[in-house]
């Protein structure tokens, strides 16, 4: 899983989910079914030659979406009348996406039938929560019911996804809210936490080093790049918190995925900051070449870890960003 900080920016532009009317909301479902339907037919056709009972499951669990797709139009007629208003969940702030089918080709391919079911799972664990989150704010009565029927009904299809066809043991249960447990840990603090790393250690680098070569004061260099650390992690954290609330994504509490970005964020920076405290100049920037080269790993470690990233993709995509950018940062200071 490849971690961009470019949507972060972008949801500023979308609709916040509190200001979705009941019709907004039911407009919302209904084009979140097709999609998902959509895909569910997907994977079915992937996996029919090899997984013939799993594909049976999403032909299944696709039917189910089509149903609760018109069982949404006929309340959106009786309400609103005919016409549906277009709005999709990449309109929506916070709101969950859906990889593209190719992806999911790719994904049978490297990880097999558990990549997919997994990803299933967590479709319908958040398409539950959007029903719930929709049904507290719904005060049409009618509205609110077949919201939170949609959610129980979502809620059930998690099992299926994963192809639990058995009774739950409690083992199954245990181990059940272990994985809900650990996915939630990486919601709220990895995923946050990384994208602060990434932030802070990359885009920290040119000013840092470009100072280095520039003016080859290490004081200067050190309150270049403590500037440049502390700056970023507020305005990471503040992005953080506003870009979403957590009600819909499941992401957890924005404060705590905004100081948890904020805090990593400032650190990516002063790890190669702090050397020059040394007064040597070259030794100070051996050093926070040294750090820096310690913090790219990391993160690929982290990557790989918590993110499923292939050892080979996470390397290429953080070391060779890393040394482009460090390596503009020494060119334009020696200039």
Known sequence: MVLSLVPRFADFSKR???????????????SSEEDDGRIYIAYADMLRETYPDS???????????DQHRRWLIDLHREKFGETIPLIRREHVRGFYSRKPIWLARGQLAAGGIETIRRQA???????????AAAAKRA????????????????????????????AHTPQDVREGEEAEQQRQFV?????????????????TLAPIFATAFATQNTTTTFLVGLAASVGAGISMGFTEVASDDGIISGRGSPMIRGVVTGIMTALGGLG????????????????????VIVELLVITWIQHTYMETPWVKALTQIVLGGALVLGAGMLIGSG
């Open 16 to 30: 916040r989910f509190d200001d979705l009317s009941e019709q907004e909301i039911l407009a919302l479902a209904i």
């Open 55 to 65: 594909a049976k499951i999403f032909e299944d669990m696709a039917e189910e979406e």
């Open 121 to 131: 799972a967590d479709m319908e664990a958040q398409a539950a929560r959007y029903y």
């Open 139 to 166: 005060s049409d009565a009618s509205i609110r019911k077949l919201l939170g029927d949609l959610a129980r009904a979502e809620a059930g299809h998690i099992g299926a996804a994963m192809r639990a066809e058995k």
């Open 187 to 203: 919601l709220t603090y990895v995923q946050p936490g990384l994208a602060g790393l990434i932030d802070g250690s990359v885009s």
């Open 272 to 291: 190669h900051a702090l050397p020059y405290l040394i007064p040597d100049f070259w030794l100070a920037t051996y050093v926070a070449i040294a750090v």
